[in-house]
C-alpha cells in the first residue's frame, strides 16, 4: 500500500508521536532522554520549528510542533536519523531504533480549543500511562521529562530556548509569570486528580468527524473547516507531483507574503507607527489588531506570518486577540474601530 502524503505548508502545527522498533524502549536511562533533546535543539536549529510541547517516555514520545517553514519532513528525517545513529554508537547496537513511519497529526493550531485540548494530552501522559502515580501522592511535575516541568513551570531563564512556551501561556490566557505558570501547573494537576480513574482518551468535539479527527489516530485534529483547506493543499501538492513543472502554489504563497507586507508597511504608517513601536506595543493593542484583521481580511497568509510581522507572541493571540475585538466592548474597541476608520482606504 503506497505511504500517504505528508502535508506540508508554512505556519502548519503537528502533533508528532514516534515509538520503538516493536514497542522497545528507545530511551534506556536519563542520559538517552538529554541526548535526544539535545538532538531536538539542534533539529529546531536547522528548520527553525516552535516546539510548544513535548514529553518522553520509555519507548515512545510526544511532540507539538508549528513549522513557520514547510519542512516538517525535512526536519524530521534528520532527528530521527540523528538519535538512531548516536544511541546505536553510544549503546553498541545496530539497525532501527524507532518503529514504522512516525505519526504526524495536523492540528488546528488556530483554534484554541483543539490547541489546549492537545497540550493537556501531552502533558498529562505521564499520569495516564501510570509514569506518575496521581492520587497516591504523585504530581505531574515530578515527572522530569515534559515541557510541563521543564519549560511550563519553570522560570524563562532556566527552561529550554527551544521550547516556545509563550504560545502556550497565550494558549491559555495566562501570563508568563510566577502566578501564570502556577496556574497552568494547578489547572493540570486538578485534570490529572480528576482523570485518575479514566482511560485518559480525549473526547471528540460533535463538531468534527470522528472518524478522522482525532489527537493520535486519522490525520487531522480540528474542524470539519480545517480538514476542507488542508485537503486542498494536499490536492495541491499530489498535483504538484505528478506534473513536476506546476509551480503555482509557491508563486501564489510569494504573492500573499508579499501583498501581507505591503498590508503591515501601509497599516503601521497610516497609523503613524513604526516597526520599533510594534516592538514596545504589547500584542493585544487595537492598532495591531486592526492591521491584523485586515492582513487575515485580504490576505491567505498563516497567523504566523501575522504574529512575527506584528510582534503580537503567537497565532493563538492574534486569533484570541481578533475575536475579543470582535465580541468586546468599551475602550479597546472603540481604539480598534477609530483604528479601523483610519485604515479604512486600505480596507475597502
Sequence with gaps: MARSVRIEFEGAFYHVMARGNRRETIFFNDDDRRFFLKTVSDARERTGWRIHAWVLMNNHYHMLIETPNANLVEGMKWLQNAYTRRINVKHNLWGRVFGDRYKSVLVEGENLDYLTTLMDYIHLNPARSGAVKIGEGGLLTDYQWSSLQASYATDPAHRPEWCYAENGFAAFGLED?????????????????????SAGLVPVSSTVDARLSHLRRGWYWGTQDFAERVLKIGESLLTSRVNAGYRTSPMNHNHDKDAAKRLVEEGLKKLGLSAEHLEQLNGSDPRKVAIAVLVNTKTSVSLSWIANALKMKSPPNVSQQMRRIAQGSGKSREAYEAAKANLSRIFD
Design 177 to 197: 509569570t510566577l502566578e501564570g505558570r502556577k496556574a497552568f501547573v494547578d489547572r493540570l494537576e486538578r485534570r490529572a486528580l480528576e482523570e485518575a480513574a
